[in-house]
């Protein structure tokens, strides 16, 4: 049934990377009492048809390049498999960004030039993530893009879209965030170390090695936490926030230990919980911004 190869093939599990960032920015503009339901509704809907873009252009350009292989350690790759065709997938990349686009007219209208510009570099990221002649996927830009797309440019974009303007709390929130997300990508690419490996791809866990990466892990999974502590200290957070988040402590030591002693595909579901983690912290940082309106 071709709606089930669909549903592989935009990935659900992964977008809580598109979903909490937006989120957090939403609710920090509720607690700075400047809010629209309509921008955080079309901006949610663009940021989740901007990361099945993404994930669609996954699927097509690693079969194109011929990163995908049967010896492929991570979940189904509808292309690859022979599911879904390379051009349905590629039409169905399109049909997610031009639908993107067309949101992002509306945003653009509310947001400004600015807006227009994060756009343009959201769809270039979008394109440039698995596909063009330098793409980010391969040459260890995986997580690095991460951050940036699904922190800094999610969470600061949003807030501004609500505000028309910046704040550090904005930009603190977004790092903390955009860490988590990073992290997402990191189990990724240590799962698929050695099919990367052998397809040339040099992914930041390749380039760091196995101890590294599970290092760079534990880093990602904690600085959030003392993020928002800080951000609490400086006087950018309320207290609630960083007591909300705190709740979310022992899920992220848990994958932490676990990080340190998996490898391969064993790592596909803490792959899952780790995206779970991003999104139960930005509710809990959500939380607790409404807790201490």
């Given at each position: 049934m071709n709606l089930q190869y669909w549903i592989l093939a935009i990935r659900p599990r992964t977008l809580p990377a598109a979903i909490g960032p937006l989120l957090v920015g939403n609710v920090?503009?509720?607690?700075h009492q400047d809010f629209s339901w309509l921008v955080a509704i079309a901006s949610m809907a663009c940021a989740v048809l901007l990361q099945i873009g993404v994930n669609l252009a996954n699927d097509y350009f690693d079969f194109k390049s011929g990163v995908d292989t049967d010896e492929r350690l991570g979940p189904t790759r509808v292309t690859q498999q022979g599911l879904l065709s390379a051009t349905s997938v590629r039409n169905g990349m399109i049909l997610s960004l031009s639908l993107a686009t067309l949101i992002g007219q509306y945003l653009i209208f509310v947001g400004g030039w600015p807006i227009a510009g994060l756009a343009l570099f959201a769809?270039?990221?979008?394109?440039?993530?698995?596909?063009?002649?330098?793409?980010?996927?391969?040459?260890?830009?995986?997580?690095?893009?991460?951050?940036?797309?699904?922190?800094?440019?999610?969470?600061?974009?949003?807030?501004f879209i609500q505000t028309g303007t910046t704040d550090s709390s904005a930009w603190l929130l977004a790092s903390a965030v955009g860490l988590l997300n990073a992290a997402i990508m990191l189990v990724n690419n240590t799962r698929d170390r050695s099919t990367d490996i052998k397809a040339g791809k040099r992914t930041l866990a390749v380039r760091l090695g196995l101890e590294r990466s599970q290092l760079l892990y534990q880093m990602l999974i904690a600085s959030p936490y003392l993020m928002v502590t800080l951000g609490w200290l400086m006087g950018l957070l309320p207290g609630a926030t960083v007591a909300a988040c705190a709740i979310s402590i022992p899920m992220a030591k848990a994958l932490a230990s676990e990080f340190a002693h998996t490898q391969g595909a064993a790592l596909n579901p803490l792959l899952g919980r780790t995206a779970k983690l991003t999104m139960f912290f930005s509710g809990l940082a959500s939380g607790g911004l409404l807790m201490a309106l």
């Open positions: 920090l503009a509720v607690y769809l270039a990221g979008a394109l440039c993530y698995s596909g063009g002649p330098y793409p980010l996927a391969s040459h260890g830009l995986g997580e690095i893009a991460a951050y940036i797309y699904f922190g800094l440019v999610a969470v600061v974009g949003s807030y």
